[in-house]
Structure formats: C-alpha cells, structure tokens
C-alpha cells in the first residue's frame, strides 16, 4: 500500500487532478452581495432624486410667494396712480397743466373719462 491518504474523488489509477482545487473558490462567495450593493446604489440614487425634488418644490414654492408679493405691490401701486389720474381728470377744466398730464397719460391708460359735469 502507499502512503498517501485515499481520496474518496480520485481513483487509485489516475493521478491526482490539481486543476479542480484552482477553479473552487477557497472562500465562499455569494451572488446575495453584489445584488445587495446594486440594490443599495439603487435606493441611495432614488433618495438623492427625492431630496432633489423636494429642494426644487421649496424654491419653486418660495419664489411663488415672493412672486405673490410682487404682484399685490403692483397692483397697490396702479391704484394709486388710477387715483392720482382720477383727480387730474377732475382737475383738468381748471388747470391747463393738468389737462395736459391728464390727456397724456389717459390715452395709455385704461381710465375711463369722468369729467364732472357743470352744475
């Protein structure tokens, strides 16, 4: 007999194959991790995404508000001037000058004539 221990894989005939040892991994390697590292790429990216929209919501919701603001000034702003209109109309059969303001800036305005009438 030899000795060298029986190997349950090998015959006794054949020499001993080598090259099977070098294909087996001498540690075990699953196929879970790099599905749970695309998986865990994945949701980082779709947290990234979500945060991003929510970021570009409160901005576009800022500017909404602040846009909102704006416009309250401007209207608050043409009403005084459609008053100040109004009373260079009314001023107007009084005052050349203001004739002249008033004919000039009705014409681009959207003011309506109310001259009083004579009493």
């Known amino acids: 007999m ?3 221990p029986l190997d349950p894989n090998s015959s006794s005939t054949a020499p001993s194959d080598t090259s099977q040892e070098e294909i087996k991994p001498k540690s075990y390697q699953s196929i879970y991790w790099p599905l749970a590292l695309l998986a865990l790429s994945f949701l ?3 947290a990234v995404q979500l ?3 929510e970021s570009q919501r409160r ?3 800022n ?3 602040q846009r909102n603001s704006v416009i309250l000034q401007t209207q608050e702003l043409q009403n005084r001037l459609n008053a100040i209109l ?3 109309v009314i ?3 009084k005052s050349a000058q203001a004739r002249a303001i008033a004919e000039k800036y009705q014409n681009s305005s959207n003011l309506p004539s109310t001259t009083p009438t004579a009493p």
Do not use: A, H
Request: hydrophobic residues 45%.
């Open 44 to 46: 980082l990216f779709l």
């Open 2 to 4: 030899s000795d060298q």
């Open 63 to 65: 500017q909404y508000q």
């Open 51 to 53: 945060w991003s929209l």
């Open 91 to 93: 001023l107007s059969p």
């Open 59 to 61: 901005t576009l919701l």
């Open 86 to 88: 109004n009373e260079l």
